[in-house]
Every structure is written in structure tokens, then in C-alpha cells.
């Protein structure tokens, strides 16, 4: 049983670039979430998604990014026109119906240059 | 809003002695808790979590923790770590509206583990 996997595991864009994080969640789970690590730092919330549908994106800035969880197919983190301050590990994780825990993937490691 | 406060970002410790993580939250509402363990440029691993019944719940890996309602506290202990405990540890809360929801983590505990 494949755990929650993201993709790419390191990402290298130049300030200005798009930048395209994937998560495909655990098999039988339809919740995903996405959370941003800053170095140094704890994990911070992103947005809340489920099937077709964006349920909780307090924790987005309010520019440049987007996130969707299509009918079929991975999670997509959104990510436009770069800047240096989005360098950070960006974790999504995945859980079942109800008040479960969410299973992290391994991250993808962002770096702008 | 819920908010988790981990007042010790580094705990050291030599192989063999008992550990004590302290977390702490705050909300207006019932949460849920949970410990994660991150280990260097690794996803999280979830250690133990308290929904309901007994505040003193069990993990992975020997580790536990007690839920204590009165104090607000998530304190997670182990009563003889080793070397490979060496980690970042985060505490965390959901609210408990008996569906998912967000994650709200503290900034880390960092346990170092010396010989």
C-alpha cells in the first residue's frame, strides 16, 4: 500500500518562474492538504482540498499561488513567478473520512535562485 | 483559532535517560492531538494521537504521552531514549468537530541524543 507521494522530490526554479508541486494522497484517501516548512520553522497550512473542491484556504497567500485536487489524477500546488521567499519544503498530506490523521509525503525541497 | 506552544526548541539528553517534550495549546474549541517525528529531510511520521477515552495514550517506538485538559498540556515522554530518537518532534491540534480538518503545529522540539 503505497504511502502519500509527491512530486519532484527537489525543484530549482529562477525568481519569476512557475513552480509545479504534485501530491498523489494514499490509496482510498480523498482529503488532501498541503503545508509549507520554512527553515527553521514549523509546519504551516496551506489549504485543505478535497475532490474538485477547495475546502479550507486560510493559510494561502493571497497572490501567486493555487492549488487544485481534480475528479482525476494529483494535487497540484501552483506556484507563480517565484521569489526567493518561497524557498521552503513543501509537505502534503492525505487522510480518510472523519477525524483521522493525516499521512505526510516526503516533501518537495524549493529552491529559487 | 487553535495554537500550539512547544517552549523547548532543543532537548539534549544522553542514550539510555528518560525525556520529556513539552507541549502546550490553546483553543476555544475541543481538539484533537497528535506528535510527529520529522528526521532529517523526511516527511513527518505520526508518533501517537489522543482523540477520546484514556489521556494516556501509547506510540510507536516506546514513546507516549498523557492529555491533560485542566493544564491545556500534550507532554510526550520516553522513559529510555537511543541514539536513533535523534529529531525534530512536533506537537499538533485539530479541531474536534468529528470530521477532518487542518493541522495546527507548535515550531519543533529538536531532541539531540549524545552517548
Known amino acids: 500500500n503505497a504511502g502519500v507521494m509527491q512530486n519532484p522530490r527537489h525543484l530549482v526554479r529562477r525568481r519569476g518562474q512557475e513552480a509545479r508541486l504534485r501530491c498523489s494522497p494514499m490509496?482510498?484517501?480523498?482529503?488532501v492538504y498541503w503545508y509549507r516548512q520554512l527553515p527553521e520553522e514549523g509546519l504551516k497550512f496551506m489549504v485543505y482540498?478535497?475532490?474538485?473542491?477547495?475546502?479550507?484556504e486560510s493559510g494561502m497567500p493571497k497572490e501567486r499561488f493555487s492549488a487544485e485536487f481534480p475528479k482525476e489524477g494529483p494535487s497540484i500546488l501552483r506556484i507563480q513567478q517565484v521569489v526567493r521567499g518561497d524557498s521552503a519544503a513543501y509537505f502534503c498530506?492525505?487522510?480518510?473520512?472523519?477525524?483521522?490523521?493525516?499521512?505526510f509525503g516526503p516533501g518537495t525541497r524549493l529552491t529559487v535562485t | 483559532a487553535q495554537s500550539v506552544t512547544q517552549l523547548d526548541s532543543q532537548v539534549p539528553v544522553f542514550e539510555e535517560a528518560p525525556v520529556e517534550l513539552r507541549c502546550n495549546y490553546s483553543?476555544?474549541?475541543?481538539?484533537?492531538l497528535f506528535w510527529y517525528v520529522q528526521y532529517p529531510n523526511q516527511g513527518l511520521q505520526l508518533l501517537l494521537k489522543?482523540?477520546?477515552?484514556?489521556?494516556l495514550v501509547k506510540g510507536i517506538n516506546g514513546f507516549e504521552a498523557e492529555f491533560n485538559k485542566s493544564q491545556t498540556s500534550f507532554h510526550l515522554r520516553k522513559p529510555s531514549v537511543h541514539i536513533s530518537d535523534t529529531a525534530e518532534y512536533f506537537c499538533?491540534?485539530?479541531?474536534?468537530?468529528?470530521?477532518?480538518?487542518?493541522?495546527?503545529f507548535g515550531t519543533g522540539t529538536r531532541l539531540q541524543v549524545t552517548l
Open positions: 482540498l478535497q475532490k474538485e473542491n477547495i475546502i479550507d
Open positions: 489522543y482523540l477520546s477515552g484514556s489521556t
Open positions: 483553543s476555544s474549541v475541543s481538539v484533537y
Open positions: 498530506a492525505s487522510s480518510g473520512q472523519g477525524p483521522y490523521e493525516q499521512y
Open positions: 499538533a491540534v485539530s479541531r474536534n468537530t468529528g470530521t477532518a480538518s487542518k493541522l495546527t
Open positions: 490509496k482510498g484517501h480523498s482529503h
